[in-house]
């Protein structure tokens, strides 16, 4: 049984769009301080149906996009759960860095596709509090048809992975911080970092506007193939039980279309769910139009849409009063070492999120949900994890 209403397919509206006014909607972008620096603001639906708004400081652009969860979360699959959002910025984020150090180096690919697989784990009971999401290494093939010989074409990949801002999360231990307010009073974290500094709080300004555009920025093509996954699930619901010891895996395809912008087609292997079409590209800033959402805009959606849904899993587990629940979520990248001319490997600070939750319950039981939700969302474990990617390289 489905949990809450289709929002997301009833609305009537475009689910995906760039912001017009995103001047009138009270979210403004933090202080940039690496490169580029995201504010993403994220509210509950209904059910595990979510709505963001992001905005750069770097190029200004806002984009509306939203997600869903499939049949393993009792969803309506109307939209990409969180996990696609992060798989799609994250091979968007390489294929970025790929191309500029072959423009870099006169490199011309005749024919270049990049095929990406996520990990995640969840282990353990939420009754015991024991469960844990975590995070394992990312699968990279790139395959490619061009004049390198296969040490420097190996090496050219390799740095394009390292310049990624994406490495910043990757190759670093890095804690997140938090703020928590309960029905509008700011309380602090129980286990959770606390984040120095006053709350910021949900935006207060005007309905986010739709752009008119000929693109289609994020489609449903249908159910995934089905793919063998070592502790894979599939089952109705099977992300709601108590004890759980199960592997996830997003996995998505990039190639690059005639007019520049990057289409990825993101799977969901385990648990088996939609396959979602992706349009993305990066803002003028960054050499592009910004027609669809850039990489770190993604990336930062995918996160916070991931901790959204540990708030919510949660409540539906533990059958807690929250009525409502949104976040406001800065995430800070260094520029490109390549697309952005650094030259140096990528980097992040640590994910800054302030949490609001409406709920009768206790102050200790919102504590709780924090720390439950941090403890369990699998790109929190993505930040706070070593990660290493492990890259094939195939001729065509």
């Not at 499939?70 to 696609?84: E, H, Q, R, T």
């Not at 390799?158 to 801002?165: E, I, Y």
């Not at 008119?212 to 996954?229: C, F, H, M, Q, W």
């Amino acid at each position: 049984m489905a949990l809450g209403e289709n929002i997301i397919a009833e609305s009537g509206g475009a689910p995906f769009y760039r912001v017009t006014n995103a001047d009138a909607t009270g979210l403004l972008a933090p202080a940039n301080r690496k490169g580029d620096a995201v504010r993403t603001w994220v509210r509950s639906l209904s059910g595990f149906q979510k709505e963001a708004l992001v905005v750069s400081a770097r190029s200004g652009l806002m984009w509306r996009l939203v997600s869903d969860e499939g049949a393993y979360l009792s969803g309506y699959d109307a939209a990409p759960c969180p996990l696609s959002f992060l798989t799609t910025g994250m091979i968007s984020s390489y294929m970025n860095e790929i191309t500029a150090l072959a423009a870099e180096q006169g490199l011309e690919f005749r024919k270049l596709r990049i095929i990406q697989n996520n990990y995640y784990t969840m282990r353990g009971s939420m009754r015991k509090r024991t469960m844990t999401g975590g995070a394992l290494p990312v699968e990279l093939e790139v395959e490619v048809e061009c004049d390198l010989d296969d040490a420097a074409l190996n090496q050219l990949v390799m740095d394009a992975v390292h310049a990624s801002p994406l490495n910043g999360l990757m190759r670093g231990v890095l804690p997140s911080y938090f703020t928590l307010s309960k029905n509008g009073v700011e309380i602090d974290p129980a286990n959770a970092v606390k984040l120095e500094g006053p709350a910021v709080g949900d935006p207060k300004g005007a309905a986010p506007e739709a752009g008119e555009t000929d693109l289609t920025l994020i489609e449903r093509l249908g159910i995934s193939p089905e793919k063998a996954v070592q502790k894979g699930t599939a089952k109705a619901a099977s992300s709601l039980t108590d004890e759980q010891d199960r592997t996830l895996n997003p996995a998505a395809i990039c190639t690059l279309r005639a007019d520049g912008i990057k289409e990825i087609e993101q799977h969901l292997y385990s648990p088996r769910g939609s396959v979602f079409r992706f349009l993305s590209e990066e803002a003028p800033a960054a050499g592009g139009m910004g027609r669809a959402p850039d990489a770190v805009s993604y990336i930062s959606a995918g996160i916070a849409f991931c901790f959204m849904t540990q708030f919510g899993r949660m409540a539906s587990m533990e059958k807690l009063d929250l009525l409502s629940y949104s976040i406001v979520q800065d995430t800070h990248f260094s520029l490109g070492g390549a697309s952005g001319g650094t030259g140096r490997a990528g980097e992040a600070d640590p994910v800054e999120t302030h949490v609001h939750l409406v709920t009768s319950e206790a102050d200790a039981v919102a504590q709780d949900m924090l720390d439950v939700s941090e403890q369990t969302c699998f790109l929190h474990a993505f930040c706070r994890t070593e990660l290493k990617t492990r890259l094939k390289i195939t001729r065509v």
